[in-house]
């Protein structure tokens, strides 16, 4: 109502606006945003980047073994004479792409199942709502580990594996927004103009949860990317050669603590990675979500 | 001789607000002159937005500073200024001489505390410093004061109505209904004594059977401790039954003020005028209303001058030249208006 | 043109976590006949059981007893389409300006949807559809710059126009307002009664007004009927009620009611 | 409220019920053939039969299923294909072990989680904010492993402050059994030395584990906070004179826990399925370890045995939590 008696713009220009503006107020998600982006650039072109990309590969070179960091290897080299930096930089793709496809087939089916069952409630809500219960009693980590262990290695298994035990997360929040919504006077309005079902759920209802999800989904980004390394961690993930920050640090960790570089160098990629996804979901939450705005 | 000197219970002068936003600084309370003595009830009237409920919360200072920011101003309560005092000093002012009642009591009291725990923090807060409040002596141990504390809710409770007061101390507040939830923060509200009351809207979440009940507890309170009381509301109705004094609020401004009679009877300012017109009140004819056309200014430019001027018939070129003064209609009656000067002049 | 008789709604106790409440009676035998190109008021307080009526009129609820009866047809007895039809012919003006629109729409989504909805009866095009938002905007008194605006731009009294053009989309015949003005400011509650009793006149509708406000209704209502915990205590013309009150209840509330005059003639 | 724990009892049978089935039917139906891998490499086809049938493995998969389950009732959790032993054995040995882990990770979380959460929210905007959100976004983009890594690598490689791994070393005496926690058992026994052995081993391990739970629970407790500050009562309770600190301290502080303690409830039935990397990394011999040496081989029985413990435990936490929110909400418990 502010903007009125001023210069014209339409709602979505001005909420916009403000939302840019208090997401570039917050210097911790400036520093989100830029993580995510050099994160996104090295995913597409890490493999061009890296200086020995022929180690990408799988070719070692057995003089150069745990080389320590020097100018010619930053981050060092392994137990086969690899730069550890070429292997970092090439891992990025893997766990990008692994991590974006588990939060999308998760916001997927979550999406459906919730919106299915908030909307329509009853029995229908109580059964989906019992299966995703079932879900998340069942410990995340060891479900994916079956299943990955059993379908075998390579990424496109570890995703299923991992997105099986994603999606409730995504069908109890747009439950629970789908019901508070369907209590909403303008929902309620739309039926008493006689607007049918999918018209409410899918005109009045789902635009105006779309915020949430979002929000969620760049949060768990960072979540997923975690969980695609600790799979490779544990030796389930990908197909050797093809290097994985996890199964990288795995492999390091037998030659602790003389060779450190060959663990502490995947391990930060991990975790700045992870942050970078966390602190701009946290900004975007900041933004969006009037709750936790304050 | 000394009547002469004792300041006003409440003196603001030119109070400034400004209120910061993403959208620029609004200034949501631009200049606002008002005095409440003990035993007057001041109606504080005004449509949404025009800085009744600000003005109420400055007087405890519970206006959080930034966003806001005052510009100019003073608030005087018993002669000190408030803007001026330590948090700590602020403190020991509220609740034990300036009371408050808020909107709505479904949410003004904490859901997961008895309601009798939260009058005895109330009083065992006012009685820190003023331990004649529990009635005792200023050295008396903790538990005797927690035990007086306990003896006066079971007191103001039962002044306020509620039956049983004693059982009722150890009640949830939602084993209340809502006239009761009121009673029980009208309690909360004068257990320390105040000499000031606030009221924002008290009874504006209330049907209208039980606003009538509240209002008589609230003013037969009143007089019996001989307070100050403010009472801000958008219903002229309830400012013409239960209030002395009324002051009009338009955009930050207070446009018209006096004795509640004269004010109502015979309005001076242009927009107390349309504001009556506007109620249906008893004989009013079907379609004979009038609404005020226009909507109320954006307060981050405001309108030069009298803020009411866009949407006033009355209105010529003085009026936006400056901020009208408040002139004058006697027996403390007055409004801000230049067209009242002239009518007075040419009278 | 609205009949309702005898019409009960028993909400069954609902099991919560520690136990079962007791079912609530929130209608009970009420009856009401609100007559053709009338303004009907049905007063009542909080919990007394008018919100449940207005659900029950427009089938968002369904009474446990009694039957609705709108131009002589049973609401129960109707086939989902023809339900549909009836449903373009009575609408409904919510409460909250602020709530009862969905803010992820433009004014003219808002406004044209009963048409999207009812377009085989209603029979335009997109274009037309359009043509029909910009004429029921002006017809309550918006210009045709706001079409493309969302409700947060607008003020409470804007968007109650807004909401009350979103009713006349369908060229309704009754028009059920739901405390229409009580969220609104007295100024901006004159200016939306008198575009209600203009509308009124111009359009010939039928009102079936509901508030808690007996000032409101004694200025629009010709006839009242008060409502007190889900039973129906009084019903009669309006200036009859206000001068000689029958029940206690109507005596009572009238009594209670804070009128600005009284200040004028206390002293 | 009795009637309340009942109906809730009630309805724990049929989740276990679906968990068993669910678990059940991801083990037996995904591919992979277990029994050979268990025969070993060099097996003939014969042999790898033979062995299967010992194990019933050649009977239709709902029988199975119906052995398992007549088994369960019994408390019989089925034979690991191989190790031979009974998986209700491993259980119990494990189990306890992987409890002391979460409950004193928990202990952690709570402990730092809820008056940093409260802190934060209290001085919101300033450097405790700030400061409380670097930490808590930090931790949980920590994986796990690698903290622990970095833990052994600083106090046990290059300090030698502390064990690298393990639970209580074969060398020293162990406590008595009376509640399978180690450091419990110690206390109980007044056996001091022990007590001081097994902290050492269990303090690298709880501290990773805790990171994220309680990352999360600051978090929730400064958003529940900050939530309940904006609530009209805390206006009220100001404007009548009560001290920040008391309405910090004792209006607010109840009120924003318990909306904290589902988060709680829901963390510890998470933390119970992540110990399998922390066991991992320190060799602590839990459930985590353990299911996760059946993972690799396909040695299906403990894997069901585990999730379904795991599963079990997760609804009664949240039973618990459940209970609990209503003992806290008064609009619940008086109704």
Redesign the interface.
């Known amino acids: 109502m502010n903007a009125q008696g001023s210069v014209p713009e339409s709602a979505r220009r001005y909420a916009l606006r403000r939302a840019l503006f208090r997401f570039s107020q917050s210097g911790l998600s400036l520093v989100g945003l830029a993580l995510v982006v050099t994160l996104l650039m090295i995913a597409v072109f890490g493999p061009s980047l890296a200086p020995y990309p022929e180690h990408l590969g799988g070719a070692v070179n057995t003089a150069a073994r745990f080389r320590p960091p020097s100018l010619a290897h930053p981050f060092g080299t392994n137990e086969l004479g690899q730069d550890v930096f070429s292997l970092v930089l090439g891992g990025t793709r893997v766990s990008v792409l692994a991590g974006l496809a588990v939060v999308m087939l998760g916001t997927l089916i979550g999406t459906v199942v919730g919106a299915i069952a908030g909307y329509a409630g009853g029995w229908t809500d109580e059964i989906l709502m019992r299966i995703s219960d079932l879900k998340l009693t069942v410990p995340g980590l060891i479900l994916a580990m079956a299943v990955a262990a059993a379908l075998g290695p390579g990424i496109l298994n570890m995703v299923i594996a991992i997105a099986l035990s994603w999606w409730p997360g995504y069908a109890r929040l747009v439950r629970g927004e789908v019901m508070a919504k369907k209590e909403e006077l303008f929902v309620t309005a739309a039926r008493a103009i006689g607007a049918g079902p999918g018209r409410i759920l899918f005109r009045h209802i789902l635009p105006n949860i779309l915020t949430p999800v979002i929000v969620k989904m760049s949060l768990d980004m960072g979540f997923a990317i975690l969980t695609v390394a600790s799979l490779g961690f544990i030796g389930i993930g990908v197909k050797p050669p093809t290097p994985e920050w996890g199964s990288l640090l795995s492999v390091a960790r037998g030659y602790m603590p003389d060779y450190w570089w060959t663990a502490i160098f995947p391990g930060l990629a991990i975790f700045t990675a992870v942050f970078g996804f966390n602190l701009l979901g946290d900004g975007l939450r900041d933004v969006f979500d009037p709750k936790a705005r304050r | 001789m000394a009547s002469q000197t004792v300041p006003p219970l409440l003196d603001i002068r030119d109070l400034h607000l400004t209120m910061k936003s993403f959208d620029g600084e609004a200034h949501v309370l631009n200049g606002i002159d008002l005095t409440v003595n003990r035993g007057e009830i001041w109606g504080l009237v005004g449509e949404t937005g025009c800085g009744k409920s600000l003005t109420g919360l400055s007087i405890s200072r519970l206006v959080s500073t930034p966003p806001a920011r005052y510009a100019r101003g003073e608030i005087r309560f018993e002669g000190e200024d408030v803007l001026k005092l330590s948090e700590s000093a602020m403190q020991r002012l509220r609740g034990r001489h300036i009371g408050m009642i808020f909107q709505d009591p479904t949410t003004n009291l904490n859901p997961s505390f008895r309601i009798g725990e939260q009058l005895v923090d109330v009083a065992l807060a006012a009685g820190r410093h003023s331990p004649e409040i529990l009635g005792l002596e200023a050295r008396a141990s903790s538990s005797a004061r927690r035990m007086a504390a306990r003896a006066l809710a079971e007191t103001m409770l039962d002044k306020v109505g509620i039956p049983n007061a004693a059982q009722r101390l150890d009640d949830y507040p939602h084993q209340f209904s809502g006239g009761m939830r009121q009673r029980v923060l009208i309690a909360m509200a004068l257990i320390g004594r105040p000499a000031l009351l606030v009221a924002d809207e008290p009874t504006t979440a209330l049907d209208v059977s039980v606003q009538a009940q509240v209002l008589r507890l609230l003013t037969g309170m009143v007089q019996e401790y001989a307070m100050g009381v403010l009472l801000i509301t958008h219903n002229l109705g309830v400012v013409a039954e239960t209030c002395s004094h009324v002051a009009v609020m338009y955009a930050g401004n207070i446009v018209e003020r006096g004795p509640v009679a004269s004010v109502l009877a015979a309005p001076a300012h242009p927009y107390t005028t349309a504001l009556l017109a506007a109620i249906p009140t008893r004989g009013v004819k079907r379609g004979d209303l009038k609404g005020l056309a226009g909507t109320v200014p954006n307060l981050i430019q405001p309108p030069p001058g009298c803020r009411f001027a866009p949407r006033c018939a009355l209105a010529g070129p003085d009026c936006r030249a400056d901020v009208p003064p408040m002139i004058e209609l006697g027996a403390g009656h007055g409004a801000a208006c230049l067209r009242v000067a002239s009518q007075t002049e040419a009278a | 043109m609205l009949e309702i008789e005898n019409v009960s709604k028993v909400f069954p106790g609902r099991r919560?976590?520690?136990?079962k409440?007791e079912p609530v009676v929130a209608l009970d035998q009420v009856s009401l006949s609100v007559r053709k190109g009338g303004c009907f008021g049905l007063v009542g307080?909080?919990g007394s059981g008018k919100t449940t009526l207005t659900r029950s009129i427009?089938r968002?609820d369904v009474p446990t007893s009694g039957r609705i009866l709108f131009e002589g047809q049973d609401l129960a007895s109707l086939s989902p389409a023809a339900l549909?039809h009836i449903?373009?012919r009575i609408?409904?003006v919510?409460q909250?300006p602020y709530?009862?629109?969905?803010?992820?729409?433009s004014v003219h989504d808002i406004v044209a949807?009963?048409l999207v909805?009812?377009r085989d009866v209603m029979g335009l095009d997109n274009r037309q559809r359009t043509d029909r938002a910009v004429e029921l905007l002006a017809l309550v008194g918006l210009g045709a710059q706001h079409l493309?605006?969302?409700p947060?731009?607008?003020?409470?009294?804007q968007r109650q126009r807004i909401?009350i053009a979103?009713a006349l989309a369908?060229n309704p015949d009754l028009i059920l307002l739901d405390e229409p003005t009580s969220a609104l400011?007295?100024?901006?509650?004159?200016?939306?009664?008198?575009l209600l009793?203009?509308l009124q006149d111009r359009l010939s509708l039928t009102y079936l007004f509901i508030s808690?406000d007996?000032?409101?209704i004694?200025?629009?209502c010709d006839e009242i009927a008060l409502i007190w915990r889900g039973k129906i205590v009084e019903k009669g013309q309006t200036a009859a009620v206000?001068d000689n009150p029958a029940s206690e209840y109507a005596r009572?509330?009238i009594?209670?009611?804070?009128?600005?005059?009284?200040?004028?003639t206390?002293? | 409220m009795l009637h309340f724990i009942l109906r809730r009892l009630v309805l724990i049978v049929p989740v276990l019920f679906g968990l068993t089935a669910l678990v059940f039917a991801i083990a037996r139906l995904l591919p992979g053939d277990p029994v050979a891998l268990a025969a070993g490499p060099n097996a003939t086809p014969a042999e790898i039969a033979a062995y299967g049938k010992e194990f019933g493995l050649d009977r239709p998969l709902i029988v199975q299923y119906g052995a398992y389950l007549s088994g369960l009732m019994k408390g019989d959790f089925g034979v690991s294909i191989y190790t031979r032993r009974p998986v209700i054995e491993d259980l119990r040995a494990y189990l306890p072990a992987t409890l002391e882990l979460v409950f004193a990770a928990m202990f952690l979380a709570i402990a730092i989680g809820i008056p940093a959460g409260l802190a934060a929210a209290a001085w919101r905007d300033k450097w405790p904010d700030y400061l409380s959100r670097v930490v808590a976004l930090g931790s949980i983009s920590m994986p796990r492993f690698f903290l622990g890594l970095l833990l052994q690598l600083l106090f046990a490689m290059w300090l030698g402050w502390l064990p690298l791994g393990g639970r209580f070393p074969i060398t020293e005496d162990p406590p008595a059994l009376v509640t399978g926690f180690l450091t419990l058992d110690a206390l109980i026994a007044r056996d001091f030395t022990a007590f001081s052995i097994a902290c050492q081993h269990l303090v690298m391990p709880a501290i990773a584990m805790s990171l994220s739970p309680l990352a999360t629970i600051m978090r929730m407790m400064r958003a529940s906070t900050l939530e309940v500050m904006q609530q009209d009562y805390v206006l009220t309770e100001r404007a009548l004179g009560l001290s920040s600190r008391l309405i910090m301290l004792k209006y607010v502080s109840r009120n924003a826990i318990s909306a904290t303690l589902t988060v709680i409830g829901l963390y510890f039935g998470w933390l119970l399925g992540g110990t399998v990397l922390v066991e991992t990394i320190f060799d602590w011999p839990g459930l985590g370890l353990y299911a996760t040496k059946a993972v690799v081989t396909q040695d299906f029985m403990p894997v069901i045995g585990v999730t379904l413990v795991i599963g079990t435990l997760f609804v009664f936490a949240n039973f618990a939590v459940d209970l609990l929110y209503g003992v806290i909400n008064p609009k619940v418990r008086t109704e």
Do not use: C, K, W
């Open positions: 919560s976590l520690f136990g409440s307080e909080s427009l968002l549909r449903r373009a609408q409904i919510f909250d709530a009862s629109l969905n803010p992820r729409m949807e009963p909805i009812h493309h605006r969302y947060h731009e607008f003020s409470g009294g909401g979103r369908t400011d007295v100024s901006v509650q004159a200016q939306v009664l008198n009793i203009d808690h007996l000032g409101v004694r200025y629009v206000f009572m509330l009594a209670a009611m804070p009128e600005v005059r009284s200040a004028a206390r002293e």
